[in-house]
């Protein structure tokens, strides 16, 4: 891959994929394709194979598909899968068919079995139940993931899967209902902080661990792997390091400067009990996490903010 080469991030406008758009173009990548509103919908087969034979993309890094939280997973699981399942149906076999040189697809940690054990391994995948409130969203990714198997066993391709942690950072979507945790949890302390409000709602019993990783990390680590793996097993992206969602939650007020209690809801579902990524694999190879999670947090408030200050009037007051 060098700098005039012909690369696609499928999925330009999600978190993952807009913080690779950000790195590539930021390490001298000028032949970026499809950047958003132009994109097709990855959704529609006809589209996304009209794209690649205009476009003739050569290496596709493969993001695309709604994510949401555990409220949203709990409240479109069928729009989530059917989307995901159309995304990659449509994407993998078209990048194939047009002879790309590589591709990467992105899987996600809620493909690891309930009770898998910790570290997760990525020999675990597929040997246990996966955890109800995200089955539909992971089973529709663990697809992606073997269908880019099942091409570099059928055809050889060219095609290589992560893994990554539970993502965060810029351009995530900070709804307090359908957000990721740190997302939600950031714009509510945030509304709390701004209206003085006593307290803020933590989801679930604040026990569950989740390995948290900067978006800006995640998309080097992708451009990383691009380069230097090859493997048909997938390869996990994570921290290396598990944190509790209430310590994660004092964090966040903290850099928020949100000073009121913070109460956990047991009536809000905990997801997964524990989800640390084994990322030994990737960090063996030479790559490591660069930003600290309080630096990572603190530049997510910062373009929070700035959102914030640029939305229109009403979408701010409504905080
Ligand atoms: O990240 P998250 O939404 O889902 O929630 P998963 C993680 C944990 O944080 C759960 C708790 O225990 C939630 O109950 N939590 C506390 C909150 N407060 C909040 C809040 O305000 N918002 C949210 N969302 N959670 C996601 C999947 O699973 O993992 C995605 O939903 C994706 O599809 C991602 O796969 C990697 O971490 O359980």
Redesign the pocket.
Known sequence: MDQQTRILVAGGDTLLGAALLRRLHGQGYHQLLGLPPREPDWTDAEQVDNFFLRERPEYVFLTGGP???????RRYPAD?MVENLQVAVNVIPAAFRHGIRKLLYVG????YPKSAPQPLRVEYLLTGPL?P??LA??SA?LAGLTLCRAYRQQYDAPFITTI????FGPDDDFH??????????MR?MHRAKVRAEPHV??????R?T?DFLYVDDAADACIFLMRHYNSEEPINVGSGTERS?LE??RTIAEVVGYRGRLLCDPN?????PR?LLDSSPLFDLGWRPRTDFRTALAATYEWFLHQQMTEEPYVALAV
């Open positions: 994510s949401g939280g555990i409220e949203e997973n989530l996600s940690s809620c493909c955890e409130t995200n969203y992971a990714k990554t942690a539970n993502l307090p209902e359908s957000g990721h945790v740190i997302s939600g949890l509510r709602v933590i989801w679930g019993s604040g569950p989740r969602i994660t939650a809000r579902p905990d997801g997964m989800r």
